[in-house]
């Protein structure tokens, strides 16, 4: 009710009394008048000075402290940014939760105020928004108080709040089950012209011919002569319910007027009685807010999401139900088995005999683990190709021998006894040939990943570290980064790829092999001093260098590392030869690699794969020529690691290629020294795997095991429950030194990737006899001394040094 009795305002204080009142007398909920009360407040702001959004920066702190004012979720922000100040938060960090709480807010705010808020504000003044509108009605602004524009502005905003009050409730609403409310303002008298309540009238007559203004309806009461808009509303006043009734079919109408007037005759009602009704007559009865209201919109959607998760989630998250095993043990297209297995949850092996070697260590696993207590262990799995593809013969996967060695130690943690023991679970994880399937590749995006295999295994399974890799290829190295990136560390073995140890390779990497830098330098200095190298050649040996083009990470990284060691000392000639199917194969390059050889009598230097060796050599057997020397002659082959049935049966061997004397890299030489850690290895060894032979391939895998179990049972005492991170910062912060490894003695942290100075023996298998000969020993030994000569008196030439390593190209 707008009584001009009461105002002192003019049309401000009507509007002002008319919004209040609406909110006072609201029968159930609660009424919230946004836009008008953002409008009214701007009238109560002081623009600034200086530029445009100066000027706009104190209505917008004027807008945002009685926003503060009105929502609670803000305003407690705002406390609970000042207590945390005063209490707990200095400094920076105070700054970080003030910003959060209070500026990120407030300047979204001020963004939405430039840019979206109240946009028909703005058309009102035909402006481009809000804020640029709000300086021509704040404090000395263009505007009055009382300018036709300002009303209007004041009135459609409450207008905007009551037709949003009034829109048709969702049917998750708690108001829902309530009626939409109609917004009455009753006038019992209309005033003088200049009066506020004429001045509401006409403002209201005004924009309710330009929008529509049905939320609300205005009745007026005159004793003189109606204004010209005003519509009669003819209610029968003497019945009880006239006015009710009257008011109820105006409400369902869809007429156009925007006042109704309430007429009443001066000469018939001089006590007022009409007056006194309207004042005083029966309220309105309506149901009240009841906690009940808000069970249909809270429960229902927690029903529909309940439903949807039980249906959608995985079989796995049901109760009761066991979680499987991600998806492992795939058969791919190039007819092997790739993933990841403890021996027992599915099978890597491919069916008949060239699966059984891999058959038989997985049942070894099987066992080893199924002597592990319930209880605390940790993981570690065997990451490496153990697998050809259909159509390839030739020497089985190097990491089937290095797997056997990580078995062995597997066998004599678990067996033993020690303070802090942690036992030791072995997973096996087989990449296919080439390293094909260990890691994504975007070429091909559907093949399996088994680094992310991996990856998922790592807190059902207690993945602690991964071990292995044993080759140097761009996808042993991005299977390495996948799991970089998930936070495992990696221990490798086989590997010497400069790339692999690199400025740029992943943080959590290590090996404990020797990189090519090292190698390189070795092979340069055996060829130009070896008295059994000039026996077979010349004092100036020449190098036929047989190298994979296409194997950039090792075969062409050792290439070109030789090269720049050797190329001072003696000629040189170049044979390409790939390991994959392609141009050059052991038959094409053979006669060429024999008749080299047989010009410059000189050495062939293999620097490929050891697993396509015995091709080439068959096939420089088979072509005869200059590969077939006069009686009593050999040809010399040097090559950076041999097969592992050369290195175990070297006498069958000296038969099967006797037109060659073999001289090989390897990491570790038997030695008559009971001290010796490979002595102690060999009986490990023995103990699991009575029947095969040990050798340095297999010492690795061996070590490689007992470091990180070393490292792990080094945290138990600080960090019961050993974390993959644990592992990777005791290596980089404290580090394994002195290690007693069965391939030699070892050192990794955070300067040494790999360990310096890494013991480096070449072999030789003497022909006929085919008996073994170790003719160079540098490195840090097994007495841990640093080698300062190899040979044998009176034939004695320095050890190539770590620093002498030529560096990456």
């Given at each position: 009710?707008?009584?001009?009795?009461?105002?002192?305002?003019?049309?401000?204080?009507?509007?002002?009394?008319?919004?209040?009142?609406?909110?006072?007398?609201?029968?159930?909920?609660?009424?919230?008048?946004?836009?008008?009360?953002?409008?009214?407040?701007?009238?109560?702001?002081?623009?600034?000075?200086?530029?445009?959004?100066?000027?706009?920066?104190?209505?917008?702190?004027?807008?945002?402290?009685?926003?503060?004012?009105?929502?609670?979720?803000?305003?407690?922000?705002?406390?609970?940014?000042?207590?945390?100040?005063?209490?707990?938060?200095?400094?920076?960090?105070?700054?970080?939760?003030?910003?959060?709480?209070?500026?990120?807010?407030?300047?979204?705010?001020?963004?939405?105020?430039?840019?979206?808020?109240?946009?028909?504000?703005?058309?009102?003044?035909?402006?481009?928004?809000?804020?640029?509108?709000?300086?021509?009605?704040?404090?000395?602004?263009?505007?009055?108080?009382?300018?036709?524009?300002?009303?209007?502005?004041?009135?459609?905003?409450?207008?905007?709040?009551?037709?949003?009050?009034?829109?048709?409730?969702?049917?998750?609403?708690?108001?829902?089950?309530?009626?939409?409310?109609?917004?009455?303002?009753?006038?019992?008298?209309?005033?003088?012209?200049?009066?506020?309540?004429?001045?509401?009238?006409?403002?209201?007559?005004?924009?309710?011919?330009?929008?529509?203004?049905?939320?609300?309806?205005?009745?007026?009461?005159?004793?003189?002569?109606?204004?010209?808009?005003?519509?009669?509303?003819?209610?029968?006043?003497?019945?009880?319910?006239?006015?009710?009734?009257?008011?109820?079919?105006?409400?369902?109408?869809?007429?156009?007027?925007?006042?109704?007037?309430?007429?009443?005759?001066?000469?018939?009602?001089?006590?007022?009685?009409?007056?006194?009704?309207?004042?005083?007559?029966?309220?309105?009865?309506?149901?009240?807010?009841?906690?009940?209201?808000?069970?249909?919109?809270?429960?229902?959607?927690?029903?529909?999401?309940?439903?949807?998760?039980?249906?959608?989630?995985?079989?796995?998250?049901?109760?009761?139900?066991?979680?499987?095993?991600?998806?492992?043990?795939?058969?791919?297209?190039?007819?092997?088995?790739?993933?990841?297995?403890?021996?027992?949850?599915?099978?890597?092996?491919?069916?008949?005999?060239?699966?059984?070697?891999?058959?038989?260590?997985?049942?070894?696993?099987?066992?080893?683990?199924?002597?592990?207590?319930?209880?605390?262990?940790?993981?570690?799995?065997?990451?490496?190709?153990?697998?050809?593809?259909?159509?390839?013969?030739?020497?089985?996967?190097?990491?089937?021998?290095?797997?056997?060695?990580?078995?062995?130690?597997?066998?004599?943690?678990?067996?033993?006894?020690?303070?802090?023991?942690?036992?030791?679970?072995?997973?096996?994880?087989?990449?296919?040939?080439?390293?094909?399937?260990?890691?994504?590749?975007?070429?091909?995006?559907?093949?399996?990943?088994?680094?992310?295999?991996?990856?998922?295994?790592?807190?059902?399974?207690?993945?602690?570290?991964?071990?292995?890799?044993?080759?140097?290829?761009?996808?042993?190295?991005?299977?390495?980064?996948?799991?970089?990136?998930?936070?495992?560390?990696?221990?490798?073995?086989?590997?010497?790829?400069?790339?692999?140890?690199?400025?740029?390779?992943?943080?959590?990497?290590?090996?404990?092999?020797?990189?090519?830098?090292?190698?390189?330098?070795?092979?340069?200095d055996f060829i130009r001093h070896s008295p059994q190298i000039h026996h077979l050649t010349s004092a100036k040996p020449h190098a036929v260098v047989v190298y994979d083009p296409t194997d950039l990470f090792f075969s062409t990284d050792l290439r070109n590392v030789f090269l720049r060691a050797y190329r001072p000392y003696g000629g040189i000639e170049e044979v390409t030869y790939t390991e994959k199917p392609g141009a050059t194969t052991p038959d094409s390059i053979a006669t060429d690699v024999c008749n080299k050889v047989a010009a410059t009598h000189g050495i062939v230097v293999y620097l490929a794969r050891s697993g396509v060796l015995p091709s080439l050599l068959n096939a420089m057997q088979s072509v005869g020529g200059q590969c077939q020397p006069s009686d009593g002659a050999t040809i010399p082959l040097i090559a950076e690691s041999a097969p592992i049935d050369f290195q175990l049966n070297p006498a069958h061997t000296a038969r099967a290629y006797p037109y060659m004397t073999l001289f090989y890299e390897t990491a570790n030489a038997p030695t008559s020294d009971s001290r010796d850690p490979y002595a102690q290895f060999t009986q490990d060894f023995a103990a699991v795997f009575g029947h095969l032979s040990a050798d340095a391939d297999a010492a690795g895998g061996f070590d490689t095991v007992g470091i990180v179990s070393k490292v792990i049972e080094n945290l138990l005492p600080a960090?019961?429950?050993?974390?993959?991170?644990?592992?990777?910062?005791?290596?980089?912060?404290?580090?394994?030194?002195?290690?007693?490894?069965?391939?030699?003695?070892?050192?990794?942290?955070?300067?040494?990737?790999?360990?310096?100075?890494?013991?480096?023996?070449?072999?030789?298998?003497?022909?006929?006899?085919?008996?073994?000969?170790?003719?160079?020993?540098?490195?840090?030994?097994?007495?841990?001394?640093?080698?300062?000569?190899?040979?044998?008196?009176?034939?004695?030439?320095?050890?190539?040094?770590?620093?002498?390593?030529?560096?990456?190209?």
């Open positions: 009710m707008v009584d001009d009795a009461e105002l002192s305002g003019a049309f401000l204080a009507a509007i002002d009394h008319v919004a209040l009142r609406f909110q006072l007398t609201m029968p159930s909920g609660r009424l919230r008048l946004r836009a008008f009360h953002t409008c009214r407040a701007v009238l109560e702001a002081e623009r600034g000075t200086g530029d445009l959004q100066s000027q706009q920066q104190p209505v917008v702190d004027v807008l945002y402290s009685e926003l503060l004012k009105r929502r609670r979720s803000l305003r407690a922000g705002a406390r609970l940014a000042d207590f945390l100040g005063q209490h707990l938060l200095t400094g920076w960090l105070q700054g970080i939760v003030a910003a959060a709480v209070v500026g990120v807010p407030k300047l979204f705010y001020g963004w939405f105020l430039r840019r979206w808020g109240l946009r028909w504000v703005a058309d009102e003044c035909r402006t481009a928004s809000f804020l640029d509108a709000a300086l021509s009605f704040c404090r000395e602004g263009e505007l009055d108080r009382e300018d036709p524009r300002v009303r209007r502005i004041l009135l459609r905003a409450l207008l905007t709040d009551l037709r949003t009050a009034t829109r048709r409730r969702s049917r998750l609403s708690h108001l829902r089950s309530r009626r939409r409310w109609s917004f009455v303002v009753l006038i019992p008298e209309i005033d003088a012209a200049d009066g506020p309540s004429r001045a509401l009238l006409g403002t209201f007559a005004e924009l309710a011919g330009d929008h529509p203004s049905r939320p609300l309806l205005v009745l007026a009461g005159c004793a003189g002569p109606p204004p010209d808009y005003a519509v009669p509303l003819s209610a029968d006043l003497d019945r009880p319910n006239g006015l009710a009734d009257k008011v109820c079919a105006v409400l369902s109408e869809d007429g156009p007027e925007p006042v109704r007037l309430v007429t009443l005759p001066a000469d018939d009602d001089a006590e007022g009685t009409a007056r006194n009704k309207i004042e005083k007559g029966s309220g309105i009865t309506v149901r009240k807010d009841q906690p009940l209201d808000w069970v249909r919109p809270s429960v229902v959607p927690v029903l529909v999401l309940a439903t949807a998760a039980f249906y959608l989630l995985p079989v796995s998250l049901w109760p009761g139900a066991e979680r499987p095993q991600p998806p492992s043990c795939v058969t791919v297209s190039t007819g092997e088995r790739v993933g990841v297995t403890d021996g027992e949850q599915c099978d890597l092996a491919v069916p008949g005999d060239p699966g059984k070697e891999l058959r038989d260590l997985e049942r070894q696993v099987a066992r080893e683990n199924a002597r592990i207590p319930d209880g605390q262990y940790r993981t570690l799995v065997f990451l490496a190709p153990l697998s050809l593809q259909k159509g390839v013969y030739d020497d089985p996967p190097l990491g089937l021998q290095i797997l056997r060695g990580a078995i062995a130690q597997q066998h004599k943690l678990n067996a033993g006894v020690r303070q802090n023991k942690m036992p030791v679970r072995l997973l096996i994880a087989n990449t296919g040939q080439y390293f094909q399937y260990g890691a994504h590749d975007d070429a091909t995006p559907k093949d399996p990943d088994v680094a992310q295999m991996i990856i998922d295994r790592q807190r059902d399974e207690h993945i602690a570290a991964v071990i292995g890799i044993t080759q140097s290829r761009r996808e042993s190295l991005r299977a390495v980064q996948e799991l970089d990136q998930a936070g495992i560390p990696v221990v490798a073995n086989g590997v010497s790829g400069s790339t692999m140890v690199g400025p740029d390779s992943p943080q959590r990497y290590f090996q404990i092999s020797a990189p090519n830098t090292r190698l390189g330098p070795v092979f340069a960090t019961p429950d050993v974390q993959p991170n644990d592992i990777y910062l005791w290596l980089t912060a404290h580090g394994v030194s002195q290690y007693p490894g069965a391939s030699g003695v070892l050192q990794l942290d955070a300067k040494n990737k790999y360990p310096p100075d890494k013991a480096v023996y070449i072999r030789e298998i003497t022909q006929p006899a085919g008996a073994t000969a170790t003719l160079l020993s540098c490195g840090i030994l097994p007495d841990r001394q640093n080698r300062a000569t190899w040979g044998t008196a009176p034939h004695t030439f320095p050890c190539p040094r770590e620093e002498s390593g030529s560096p990456t190209d």
